[in-house]
């Protein structure tokens, strides 16, 4: 019997909590003094309901089903707690991530325009280089092709031929590279 009482005073109370919270929907006060007082009334019917043998049992049955949805519930809200540890710590990470990768695009960036100039001024050097390749191997050619001409060499006339395209390679070499220097491309060239 006293576990049935023990039980009854919690479905007395459950009943007062669930009376009140009508009772909190009520627009006037008079309203829910009725409903508390109705939820009175009906705690004090189960408290005597309860008395009775065949009540204790269902009233255990109650219970332990009661302190089953209890613990899962306690469950649920470990595990709600667990989940909402992991999406802060998933949003902190996102945002050190995301600040890390601002530094590195950054530091990309900056490497980025240091390779440009870089390549330019090798680009600069590698066409000045070439540039003079050209020149020397056109003025040599000309010698060559004179030379060889005012010898009587009978490969004079090959000579020439050869020191002509060279003087053209080298002209557009200059034209080309003119206009890569105009159109501000590469570092001049000297």
Not at 54 to 63: Q, S
Not at 83 to 90: S, W
Not at 154 to 161: H, L, M
Request: net charge negative.
């Amino acid at each position: 019997m006293i576990e049935a009482r023990g039980w009854g005073f919690g479905s007395v109370a459950a009943v007062a909590i669930a009376g009140m919270g009508f009772a909190s929907f009520a627009k006037e006060a008079q309203t829910a003094v009725l409903i508390g007082g109705f939820a009175s009334s009906i705690c004090v019917s189960l408290l005597t309901y309860l008395k009775t043998h065949r009540v204790e049992e269902k009233t255990d049955a109650i219970g332990a089903k009661t302190d089953a949805i209890g613990t899962k519930a306690d469950k649920a809200v470990e595990n709600a707690s667990v989940a909402a540890g992991k999406a802060e710590e998933t949003a902190n990470l996102v945002q050190e991530n995301a600040a890390h990768n601002d530094e590195r695009l950054e530091m990309l960036t900056r490497s980025t325009l240091e390779n440009k100039k870089t390549g330019q001024a090798i680009y600069g050097l590698v066409n000045s280089q070439s540039g003079k390749q050209l020149g020397i191997y056109a003025v040599m050619a000309r010698r060559m092709a004179n030379t060889s001409a005012a010898a009587g060499d009978p490969r004079a006339e090959d000579d020439a031929r050869i020191a002509d395209q060279a003087e053209k390679d080298y002209l557009e070499h200059e034209q080309k590279q003119r206009r890569v220097d105009d159109a501000g491309e590469a570092p001049q060239h000297g």
